[in-house]
Structure formats: C-alpha cells, structure tokens
C-alpha cells in the first residue's frame, strides 16, 4: 500500500516537474524573440507605415490601438502560436485572445499610436471571391443544361444571364454605397430559366 502512494505522489512530482520545466522552456523561447526583435521594437514608429501585431479596440475613443507589433523577419520565421504568445506576453496591454493582424498606423498629434485593420479587408475579398467561385460553377451548370445548349446551337452564344461570368472587376462593388450590382458584382441581369 505504501509502495502504491509513494509511486503515485512520485509521477505527480514527475509530471509537475516536466510542466514546470516545459513553461520554463516556452519562456526561454519568448525572451529569444524579444533578444532578436529588440531593434525593430526600440525603434520609433514612422506614420502611415504598415505594421504586423496585434491591435486593440479603444471603445472611448472609437478606434484601435497598437498594442504591439513584430518585425516582417520574425514574423516569417517563428511559428504562429509562438508568435501569438509573444505579442501577448510582452504588449503593453493585456488581450485574452489577440489575432495577428496587418495594420496601417496613424500617429494622432498627442502621440497616440491608432490603426487601421488591412486584414478586415483581405478577409472580405476572400469571401467575396469564394462567392463569385460559387457563382461561376453555377453558371457553368446552366451552360451544361440541354436548353442553353440547344439556345447556343440555334443563336451561336448563350442565353441572355448565362454569356458573362462574374470577375475580379467589380466584385466589391456591392460594399459601394450606390451600388448597382447584383450579389455576383455584375449588373443586374434578366434571368429566362
């Protein structure tokens, strides 16, 4: 019995020892990132330069702030969750859950680092192209349909609706204010089928 609770009590040492050992390690990593950025972090910040890191909503003054920023060199060449832990662990405000973003700084006249978010709108193009993708494999269906085919035979081009594909041109035009697209960023279009 006293062999079962010392070999218990031992792995609990064990195991507390190794996740002590392996938080030990991660911090070593940390302070490695910080020894080979400290120049890009000592360094000013120049006005309406594009930065890597992480950013945080200030809800007084209705815009974001720099929390902290990486060099485009680490960025590349250290792993994302690493690079993640880092901005956190060494930012000068806490964030539960920071996302590395891409972000044009604005410095205001009282020294106020403020950003604007690049990546929102890398994410929107994104989605934007994913839908227009959707939209082309669907157009090419009704291209495959017997009625468009016999329409193409007897007229030499498609159906009115099926001729243009949805393209790159004029795919954000329906963020536009006055936007006169319809959901595949062309112009409305009349639809026979």
Known sequence: MDEYINSDSDNYIDTFSDSISSY?????????????????IEREKT???YYIGICKRSRAYDYYLLVNAVSPKLFYKTPYDLLVRYLQEYSVIYMSDPRIEIMKLYILADGTYTVSVK???????????????????????????????????????????????????????????????????????????
Do not use: C
């Not at 991660?26 to 302070?31: A, G, H, Q, S």
């Not at 494999?137 to 291209?143: A, D, E, F, S, W």
């Not at 498609?158 to 594909?165: A, H, S, V």
């Open 24 to 40: 030990d390690d991660i911090d070593e990593e940390l302070d490695d990132l910080y020894e080979n950025d400290s120049d890009f």
């Open 119 to 193: 990546t929102h709108w890398i994410r929107l193009i994104q989605r934007r192209w994913k839908k227009i993708l959707a939209a082309r494999k669907q157009l090419y269906k009704l291209r495959g349909t017997i009625r468009s085919l016999y329409y193409f035979e007897l007229h030499g081009r498609y159906p009115d609706g099926l001729n243009t594909l949805p393209t790159l041109e004029g795919m954000m035009g329906s963020y536009s204010k006055n936007s006169t697209f319809d959901k595949f960023g062309q112009q409305s279009v009349i639809q026979w089928w």
């Open 47 to 49: 006005n309406h330069n």
